[in-house]
Structure formats: C-alpha cells, structure tokens
C-alpha cells in the first residue's frame, strides 16, 4: 500500500506537497525500508539501545512521516537538534518516547525544553548551572544528558570542564544525568586510531562523573564493533540508507528515488555549446533533454561534470552547468521512439543514490539527502506488514 501524507504544525514551516501533476519531479521515500534499516541496526548492537535520530526533518525526508514508523519498528529514543524539533516530534509519536535535545537549550528556551519532556544534552559548564538554575526555580531534579568533547573541539566538556564537576559535584546538584555522550569524529574510517583513542578518553572521563549509561557511536560508529556501542547507540543518516563507510559494501537498503519530468528535447551540431558560461561544447551531433531538477533542488552546480541522470539502465551525463531549476542531459544513445518531452529521467534510484550523487559533487550522502529541495511531488511507500 501507498499514500501521500501532508503534515502542518505551528511549531515548524512544512512545504506544501506540490501535486504531482503540477510538479517538476518525483520524491519517492520508501518508509518500510527505514524501518527495515532500524531493525538491522537494533541487531547489530545487542546489548545497547538503538535510538532514531530525525533532526533536521529527519535529514530532509519528513520527520511527521519518518518518526511514528520508526517508533513502529521498535524505536523508543529520538534525537533532534534544536528544541523546536522536538517539541514538533512530541506530537508525532508516543507520550513514552524520548526526545533528547542535542544542542541543549537557549537560556530562555531550557523551560520550554524540560516541560515539554523533552531531555537537553548539556555542552558546556554555562548550560550545566542554567539547567541547576531551572531545577531550583522548578523545585525537582532535571533529567539530561551530559556531552564530553574526546578529540573533536565541536560539542561537549573537555577534559578541564570534567575535572571541575569532580572535584566539584555539587555543580551537578538537581541534575539527573541519564546518559553521558561523545561524538567520533573519524568513525567513517575505520582504521583511523582515533577511533579508538576517542572511546578510551571517554571512558576516562566518564569515570570520574556521577555513574551514567555511555553513548558514542552514531551511524557509522555502529559498525566499528561491539565496543564502541556502549550502552546506546544514535544511527542517523544509516536509517535513511546512506553508506556507514567505503570499505565495505553498503548493507543498509536504499531509501529514496527521485525522478524528474524532461521540459524540452533539442537537436545539437558540432560546435553548439550548452548552459550557462557556455562550458560545455558539442563535438558532433547530439540530442539533449533539459530537465526540471537543479541547484535550488539539492543537486549543486559543481556536480555536473561528474553527475548523471539514468533512463531505462542508462547513464545520461549531465552536461555544462546546472542551473538554479534545471539541468541538461545527453540523450543521444537513446532512440528517438523510446524518449520525449515530459517522460521522466532517475536522478535517484536503487543503483545511483545519495552517495553516488555526492561522488559526483565532492562531498557526502548526508549533504546530498539534507538539500533535496521542497519543490517535489513527495510519495510516501509502505507495506505495513513489511514494518
């Protein structure tokens, strides 16, 4: 069974869902294969719990669709990162599901944050006495979670903020600490010691606090083995079917398809050149389709002397600039009977996806899947007894 689901909430902007018959492209996300993404994670960490995490609209796929599934397949913890993520997740799934705040929250946002049940990861010494503050102003302790900085200067107490709190314990008074947590940096290599270095510095700093269960590993950090799971695990873009890392293949199902509607097909010479600053020229008669899908759609204009767009198993190369709206394609090996104006071409599929994209454009799936623009048709896919 398949179904379109529109969601607006008064806490965040959703985009309308432009009607397909209206819309330049397709945004196909294949919701039985996030749950099934969940569930092989949740297997491969036995011991720790495997949480969701569905910021940024969970990574630009929807988070009022993404979440109650996720929840479905077995998902009991959610991470987002701003406190207005979560108060429109707390809508969206079970009054008994966690939401954990990853930034934490704005001196002026932290009561909104803990009312609403929402748990703040609390960054720096600044954030630990504000939330002391709350829990004396609100009379009872406060739940949250505790971030260390083990080597990568972004988030979290370094290893001075930690020896304050030891030999300084009352700073943590009406602070319930439900978990201590850590980010790797390098858990996409896995070869990379400070992989290792990161979880021993963890465990050296986590000795010296109040007793909390441990959380380092995120979607990649997964698949770096048992020790790094510690007691929960925060898989992210692995759930949406991004590549843990590329040594090994891709075991996560794909999870998104996007097919653009062709605007024009036009007949090349040799010497005629295409797109903006003309960069790209002709070298003999070719047929061209120009396409409705461009940088203001999540396909970066650097990406095209890499990128390609499929039809029927074949690679058509995009070719000269992407535009803000469009990009061109070459079509010449396709016959003229199989191919015209308002078919459509795969600028995602099951073989080509977010990673393969990112190849093309220097960078990661991550970026890739976060900048899918709003101006698709989106169709939501389920087998409900898949889940």
């Known amino acids: ?69 996720l929840e479905q397949a077995g998902a009991r913890h959610f991470f987002v990162a701003h406190v207005d993520e979560g108060l429109a997740l707390r809508q969206w799934v079970s009054p008994t599901a966690h939401i954990t705040v990853l930034h934490g929250a704005r001196p002026e946002a932290a009561e909104d944050c803990v009312q609403s049940g929402l748990r703040p990861v609390l960054n720096s010494l600044e954030q630990v006495s504000q939330l002391q503050a709350l829990a004396d102003k609100l009379g009872r302790p406060l739940d949250a979670a505790l971030q260390l900085d083990t080597g990568m200067s972004r988030f979290g107490l370094s290893g001075a903020d930690v020896r304050t709190l030891a ?71 692995a759930l949406y079917g991004i590549a843990p890392n590329t040594t090994a293949p891709n075991p996560l199902a794909p999870v998104v398809k996007l097919q653009a509607h062709i605007l024009q097909i036009r007949q090349l010479s040799k010497g005629d050149r295409v797109g903006y600053g003309l960069t790209w020229q002709a070298d003999g008669p070719r047929r061209v389709a120009t396409i409705a899908t461009g940088y203001a759609d999540g396909f970066a204009r650097q990406g095209a002397g890499k990128g390609c767009a499929w039809f029927g ?58 900048s899918l623009g709003r101006r698709y048709h989106r169709v939501y896919e389920n087998t409900e007894q898949n889940i």
Request: proline fraction near 6%; include cysteine.
């Open 313 to 370: 198993g074949q690679r058509l190369p995009i070719l000269g600039r992407i535009s803000m709206d469009s990009m061109t394609v070459d079509i010449s090996h396709i016959p003229e009977r199989q191919i015209a104006a308002d078919d459509t071409v795969d600028l995602l599929n099951a073989s080509y996806g977010v990673d393969a994209v990112a190849e093309a454009e220097g960078t990661i799936g991550y970026e890739v899947l976060t």
């Open 1 to 69: 069974m398949s179904w379109v689901v529109a969601v607006a909430s008064s806490c965040v902007s959703v985009s309308p869902n432009w009607p397909a018959y209206r819309a330049g492209a397709v945004l196909t996300i294949d919701l039985a294969a996030i749950a099934a993404n969940y569930r092989l994670l949740d297997a491969r960490t036995p011991g720790a719990l495997c949480a969701a995490v569905v910021k940024s609209d969970a990574y630009g796929l929807g988070a009022a669709q993404v979440a109650p599934v």
């Open 167 to 237: 030999q300084e314990p009352e700073r943590l008074r009406g602070i319930s600490l439900s978990l201590i947590m850590s980010h790797l940096a390098c858990a996409d290599t896995p070869d990379n010691p400070a992989n290792a270095e990161q979880l021993k510095t963890l465990q050296t700093y986590a000795a010296q606090l109040p007793k909390a269960p441990l959380s380092l590993a995120a979607s990649s950090g997964i698949f770096l083995g048992q020790a790094f799971h510690q007691s929960l695990v925060r898989p992210g873009a």
